[in-house]
């Protein structure tokens, strides 16, 4: 199993510019979360999908959108990428209520 | 809102104990966890704590729970340099399984 990947590993945007971060699971998880941590901060959460076809907002939504076709990925998009959002992404999966969370790498984003 | 606190930086010298305190505000949390970030990665559950235990103990990890000061410490007993991490607490949203994480404890340890 290669658990959480994530692509790309680091990305450089303009302001302005749209891209879509990748994350996949192979442990055939329903919860999937994406996180941005910001330096010396904690992880915020964006958004989380507990299945195919359903995603909700977390705590700090604005500026992104995800989508949930499958139970293996759930990518995040940046549609008009601002400095604000220059941070490293998680993403993360859960097995069930009562799993842990286990995180991919992380993608880390600069935006200039 | 949630809100789980960490002080920001702790420093010992390799063989002492660590303890890396945390205190949150959602009483009503299942589980509190305790996860660690090696430099570049990311996060790597440590260890957790059932909300009605007071102590959890794992190899050279232990865990206290103090519900009614919600207060939750981990401590590393023999800390080796491999332990020098960033190291979250987080609790469990009441709505669902998110996590709400603190602010993390950045541990140093020097030989």
């Known amino acids: 199993n290669a658990g959480v990947t994530q692509t790309p590993k680091f990305r450089i945007l303009k302001i302005g510019q749209s891209m879509t971060l990748q994350c996949t699971q192979d442990?055939?998880?329903?919860?999937m979360y994406w996180y941005r941590q910001d330096p010396g901060m904690g992880l915020k959460l964006i958004y989380y999908?507990?299945?195919?076809?359903?995603?909700d907002k977390g705590e700090v939504p604005n500026g992104y959108n995800v989508s949930r076709s499958t139970t293996e990925d759930f990518p995040l998009r940046l549609e008009l990428a601002a400095p604000s959002q220059t941070s490293v992404y998680f993403c993360?999966?859960?097995?069930?209520?009562?799993?842990?969370?286990?995180f991919g790498p992380g993608t880390r984003l600069t935006v200039l | 809102g949630e809100d789980v606190e960490q002080s920001l930086f702790l420093s010992v010298r390799e063989g002492d104990s660590s303890v890396i305190n945390c205190t949150y505000t959602?009483?009503?949390?299942?589980?509190l966890y305790w996860y660690k970030q090696e430099p570049g990665a990311g996060l790597q559950l440590l260890t957790y704590?059932?909300?009605?235990?007071d102590m959890k103990q794992d190899q050279r990890l232990t865990v206290l729970l103090n519900k009614k000061d919600k207060h939750l410490s981990l401590r590393i007993a023999d800390t080796q340099t491999g332990d020098s991490a960033i190291y979250f607490c987080?609790?469990?949203?009441?709505?669902?399984?998110?996590?709400?994480f603190g602010t993390g404890t950045r541990l140093l340890v020097s030989p």
């Open positions: 993360a999966s859960q097995g069930s209520s009562t799993d842990t969370q286990y």
């Open positions: 442990m055939n998880h329903n919860y």
């Open positions: 999908s507990v299945g195919a076809g359903i995603t």
């Open positions: 959602d009483s009503s949390s299942t589980y």
């Open positions: 704590i059932f909300s009605n235990m």
């Open positions: 987080a609790e469990e949203d009441t709505g669902f399984q998110k996590l709400v």
